[in-house]
């Protein structure tokens, strides 16, 4: 929205400065309420709202950290938070890059060999030295103008991913993902959201 013209009176001029603050204050708020706080990655519904610019030939990549509660459990929150902004700072380069909720993130993009999948870093601990921090993944391909069914393309992945080994990437195969060898051990939030949007 263009700003308002400027006038001479005083009182309009004040009103004209006033609505300018407004629209920005609203416009802070809007970018504010499609961001993680802690991480300045999209959150889900960021997340939502960028999915128009996916283009076909992107990948989305799901990644869990491994061991993120121990770390939180041994460490503290502050150690856990710590780690998310570091691995959120290493994928924010790509097109999209969301943080779903505790320590799953999002990112999409061309990605041929897939994201990166471990960090070393310093934790805000004394005396603990320097560790190095990894992601399991599970990536498909996109589908456009379906992130429901791109999420849980993504998470059948994930499954096999963690069944396999921690640190590993699977990329998502309809003739195996589809029809899962046994039941998922919990039952996510981002599984019945996604579940209710696909409905």
């Given at each position: 929205?263009?700003?308002?013209?400027?006038?001479?009176?005083?009182?309009?001029?004040?009103?004209?400065?006033?609505?300018?603050?407004?629209?920005?204050?609203?416009?802070?708020?809007?970018?504010?309420?499609?961001?993680?706080?802690l991480t300045g990655l999209y959150n889900r519904a960021g997340l939502a709202e960028a999915w128009w610019a996916v283009q076909g030939d992107y990948k989305l990549a799901l990644l869990d950290l491994d061991g993120f509660k121990a770390i939180n459990?041994?460490?503290?929150?502050?150690?856990?938070?710590?780690?998310?902004?570091?691995?959120?700072?290493?994928?924010?380069?790509?097109?999209?890059?969301?943080?779903?909720?505790?320590?799953?993130?999002?990112?999409?993009?061309?990605?041929?060999?897939?994201?990166?999948?471990?960090?070393?870093?310093?934790?805000?601990?004394?005396?603990?030295?320097?560790?190095?921090?990894?992601?399991?993944?599970?990536?498909?391909?996109?589908?456009?103008?379906?992130?429901?069914?791109?999420?849980?393309?993504?998470?059948?992945?994930?499954?096999?991913?963690?069944?396999?080994?921690?640190?590993?990437?699977?990329?998502?195969?309809?003739?195996?993902?589809?029809?899962?060898?046994?039941?998922?051990?919990?039952?996510?939030?981002?599984?019945?959201?996604?579940?209710?949007?696909?409905?």
């Amino acid at each position: 929205m263009s700003a308002p013209r400027m006038t001479s009176d005083p009182q309009v001029a004040r009103l004209q400065a006033r609505i300018v603050e407004l629209e920005g204050q609203l416009q802070a708020a809007l970018d504010a309420a499609r961001r993680d706080p802690l991480t300045g990655l999209y959150n889900r519904a960021g997340l939502a709202e960028a999915w128009w610019a996916v283009q076909g030939d992107y990948k989305l990549a799901l990644l869990d950290l491994d061991g993120f509660k121990a770390i939180n459990d041994t460490y503290g929150h502050a150690a856990g938070d710590a780690v998310l902004t570091a691995v959120a700072a290493g994928l924010s380069h790509y097109p999209i890059a969301a943080r779903l909720g505790g320590d799953e993130l999002v990112v999409v993009g061309r990605m041929p060999g897939g994201p990166a999948r471990w960090w070393p870093m310093a934790l805000p601990v004394p005396g603990v030295p320097l560790m190095k921090v990894t992601a399991t993944v599970g990536m498909t391909g996109v589908v456009p103008g379906d992130l429901p069914a791109t999420l849980l393309r993504a998470d059948a992945a994930m499954y096999r991913a963690k069944r396999a080994a921690k640190g590993s990437l699977i990329t998502y195969d309809p003739a195996i993902d589809r029809h899962p060898m046994c039941p998922r051990p919990r039952v996510r939030l981002r599984d019945r959201t996604v579940g209710e949007a696909a409905a």
